[in-house]
């Protein structure tokens, strides 16, 4: 099982749009539309801001948005603030043998 | 609300067996969903290990299956893991999670159990 391939960082000043990659294969990414994604401040545990490619679950500020084109997925923070600051990680249902696999996470530096 | 506690040793020796337990309040194991484990390594990013239905159904990572075994005890509400033979690589921070069936995300995490393998 083969981990999803993640930038492993991304900077975007205060204010602009960030876009974080998540590339997988037809067995995984390109094969659904179970991709979530989950920030992680240091220290803290990991929160679902996305599921199903591009559902943002309650609570979750409308600047976080997903996507997917084929087997690439890609999460988007637009009106970056400090507080986004945090590691990001893709998952993607990967079929009844594999289950979940998890991206390498990318951490996101505000300037 | 849901909650979801995990407990373990802290500190295992190589070659030995890790135990853990999930406890969930607040949800019961036998209204659905999938209870998993996933880890992370210090630094690193998350591996997800394994999950299991309160049916039994149970799935497993498949670089990890030889040494994991995950159960379901509805009557306690908890969700169990043992790795065995575990090695230096096995040091993490463990984590307890709740997956949608039909959706596949993980909705709630426990706060984590770090285990540490050393002699």
């Known amino acids: 099982q083969s981990a999803l391939t993640q930038p492993r960082s991304v900077s975007g000043s205060l204010g602009q749009s960030v876009t974080i990659s998540c590339s997988g294969t037809s067995t995984d990414v390109g094969g659904n539309n179970y991709v979530s994604w989950y920030q992680q401040h240091p220290g803290k545990v990991p929160r679902l801001i996305i599921h199903g490619v591009d559902k943002r679950p309650s609570g979750v500020p409308d600047r976080f948005s997903g996507s997917k084109s084929g087997s690439t997925a890609s999460l988007t923070i637009s009106g970056l603030q400090a507080e986004d600051e945090a590691d990001y990680f893709c998952c993607s249902y990967a079929g009844r043998y594999s289950f979940e696999v998890f991206g390498g996470g990318t951490k996101l530096t505000v300037l | 609300q849901v909650l979801l506690q995990e407990s373990g040793p802290g500190l295992v020796k190589p070659s030995e067996t890790l135990s853990l337990t999930c406890s969930v309040s607040?949800?019961?194991?036998?209204?659905?969903?999938?209870w998993g484990w996933i880890r992370q390594p210090p630094g690193k990013g998350l591996e997800w290990i394994a999950s299991?239905?309160?049916?039994?159904?149970?799935y497993y990572n498949p670089s990890l299956k030889s040494r994991v075994t995950i159960s379901v005890d509805t009557s306690n509400n908890q969700v169990s893991l043992e790795l065995t033979s575990v090695t230096a690589a096995d040091t993490a921070m463990y984590y307890c999670?709740?997956?949608?069936?039909?959706?596949?995300?993980?909705?709630?995490w426990g706060r984590g159990t770090l285990v540490t393998v050393s002699s």
């Open positions: 607040g949800f019961s194991l036998s209204s659905g969903y999938f």
């Open positions: 299991v239905y309160h049916s039994g159904i149970v």
């Open positions: 999670a709740r997956t949608d069936i039909s959706t596949y995300y993980f909705d709630y």
